[in-house]
């Protein structure tokens, strides 16, 4: 097991630089597929997420070659295989391959998805978007059957603006026989961004970023050269840090339109930000208010935000009541907040914090991805020694996380035991 150990209470100055977005690549890596030619990612992240996508691209015949920051992604050779469960386990993303492979081969055989168990996680919308273009699915102990012997282009509305069916919708809209219209689709930055690439290898799609996307599909596409956005959530939770314990905390490489939601809420709170072309600068101070904050899709305040700004409410001044309405199970962190000094209280999905607490180091768990994220701010916040178990979770989404602390003036070790 990993463990994190954060000599806790200092002051944070300097410069973190933001790599590249994880919803994106975990997107664009399988979306990469649709065309026999080489494709050259840049800005990949270097996060274990990668990692898991590369073994499953090597594991189909997929050649890849990286190298700092980038990939380049040859699937010439490539077989249509089922992707062992052991790897399509580790990742909600594995089910874009449902998608790459289905418009690429006309069928898939393909494991249910993994990733942080937040919450129920169904793929009912994604496999609504397959039938409607034309698929069958078969269904047997977690294992899914999809073919089609066309796929055809349809009209479709999302029952809920999903991230992950919007993708797969937009993926085989590509390559699908004619026009694709999804309505009530998903408006994340990382959906603009993949529809920029898929049109650099020639599809044809308009509309992303907003809820309605068009595609006309197109049976051959090419390879290309891409420069994946910056990571908004990465970005997002080193902003919060420098509200916490930032002295000039300086994030850079960033789109700061893409953390509104976070910025704006950090103004309401009086926090000391100054927000550049592609950079923001935090100073921490002791008179944080309070506020509310429910969790929407983009462009509102993101769920995978949340549970890292819970840790800047517990040390501000009064009452903040967050409502997470994405996922169930998404305050994992919580108890352990509370075991260091927080006063946190939950009831389904709402959660009311009275604020002005001192944080102590202690040893907690981090139970997902964004529960680590949180735990981590706290202990750089808390005084003494917090250590955090279980940091696989947070080495699935930030890259360098040691290097890039160490290097603002953190005390922190990442260890095996
Ligand atoms: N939902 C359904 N049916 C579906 C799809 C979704 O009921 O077919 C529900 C989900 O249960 C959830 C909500 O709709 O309650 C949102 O799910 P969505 O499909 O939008 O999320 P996702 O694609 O599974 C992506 C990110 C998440 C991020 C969400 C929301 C990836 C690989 N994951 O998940 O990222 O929280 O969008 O923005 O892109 C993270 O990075 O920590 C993370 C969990």
Sequence with gaps: MKVLEIEGGRTLSGTIRIGGAKNSAV???????????KTTLTNVPDITDINVLTDILEYVGVKVTRASGSMIIDPENMENKIIPESLSSKLRASYYFMASLLAKYGKVSIHFPGGCKIGSRPIDQTLKVFKALGAN?????FLFNISADELKGAEITLDMPSVGATVNAVIVGSKAKGTTIIHNAAREPEITDLANMLNKMGAHITGAGTSTIKIVGEEVLDGCFHDIIPDRIEAGTYVILGALVGSYLRIENIIPEHLNALTDKLHEMGADIEINQDSIVVNAHDNLIGVNIKTLG?????????????????TAHGKSIVEETIYENRFMNIPYLNKMGANISTKERVATILGANKLHGEEVIGTDLRACAS?????????????IQNVEHLLR?????????????????????
């Design 298 to 314: 983009y462009p509102g305040f993101p769920t995978d935000l949340q549970q890292p700004f819970v840790t800047l409410l517990a």
């Design 137 to 141: 699915i078969e269904e047997e102990e």
């Design 397 to 417: 989404g930030y890259e360098e996380i040691t290097e890039k602390l160490s290097n603002v003036g953190a005390k922190i070790e990442l260890k095996e035991i």
């Design 27 to 37: 997107a664009l890596i399988p979306a990469c597929l649709l065309t026999n030619n």
């Design 375 to 387: 735990l981590l701010l706290a202990g750089l916040k808390a005084d003494g020694k917090t250590v």
